[in-house]
């Protein structure tokens, strides 16, 4: 008879497997709001996290410009599955029951560790500033691509939703790395706009849940008050800026 597992089992399991997998390759746990595990490399913050239901777990996976971890793709599980093909479990990769059993576990597990390791981290490892940036303005309608921007929509500077803001200040920033100023001002801008008008409805009591959002409006108005300004190298000076986010990164993401 199949051995059976607990949600709670099942849970504390695809955990501490996940763990014991991708601590070789860089990742660092970080838990809050839920199970992730974060690498730091030069320029890129990738993150694969475990997030649960009741009785469900989902792998998801991010990329994060490490000069502008306001911003990201996400990894498109749709396309994951067509690319990765027929899974050896004949089960969806990526969303895990826990309450039917061991052996129904370690089929899923096989899967998942495999779409990672062929799939997941290379396209993390092979992304580029200018792909990143040009999937966000032009999402790619290559299945072979997995990477793709929030619910895969350009980026746009007309509409406003709730999470178009960090990404429009991301996508600025990540310009303005890469030294176009010109380009990154009307991103910068929108967010600006953007966070204050959100912020403005923020009871005081309330601050405290929005704070990493005080914290990015913060930077971002430093940032822009440097372009506006012009003072004597006020390119290094947003060059520091953008150093020091880069450095303290996990206050952000």
Request: with cysteine; aromatic share 14%.
């Amino acid at each position: 008879m199949e051995d059976k597992l607990t949600v709670k089992e099942g849970r504390q399991l695809a955990q501490k497997r996940l763990k014991t997998f991708l601590q070789p390759l860089g990742f660092r746990p970080y838990p809050r709001p839920y199970k992730r595990f974060l690498r730091a490399r030069e320029e890129w913050i990738d993150e694969i996290s475990f997030y649960t239901d009741r009785i469900h777990g989902e792998i998801i996976c991010y990329i994060y410009p490490r000069f502008a971890p306001f911003t990201w793709l996400e990894c498109d599980r749709e396309r994951l599955w067509r690319i990765e093909g027929k899974p050896v479990s004949d089960l969806n990769w990526d969303y895990v029951r826990f309450d039917e059993g061991l052996d129904y576990f370690e089929a899923v597990w096989r899967d998942i560790t495999h779409a990672i390791e062929y799939k997941v981290l290379p396209q993390m490892e092979e992304m580029t500033a200018d792909i990143f940036l040009s999937r966000q303005t032009q999402p790619s309608n290559d299945v072979g691509d997995l990477f793709l921007p929030y619910q895969n929509k350009a980026i746009s500077l007309q509409n406003r939703s709730l999470m178009c803001d960090p990404i429009a200040a991301g996508h600025g920033m990540e310009l303005w790395h890469l030294g176009c100023f010109d380009e990154g001002v009307p991103y910068l801008q929108f967010a600006q706009r953007g966070y204050h008008s959100q912020l403005s409805k923020i009871a005081p009591e309330e601050r405290e849940i929005f704070q990493k959002r005080f914290i990015e409006l913060a930077f971002l108005e430093e940032l822009l008050a440097l372009w506006e300004q012009k003072e004597k190298d006020w390119k290094l000076a947003i060059r520091g800026k953008l150093d020091q986010i880069a450095a303290d990164w996990p206050i952000y993401v």
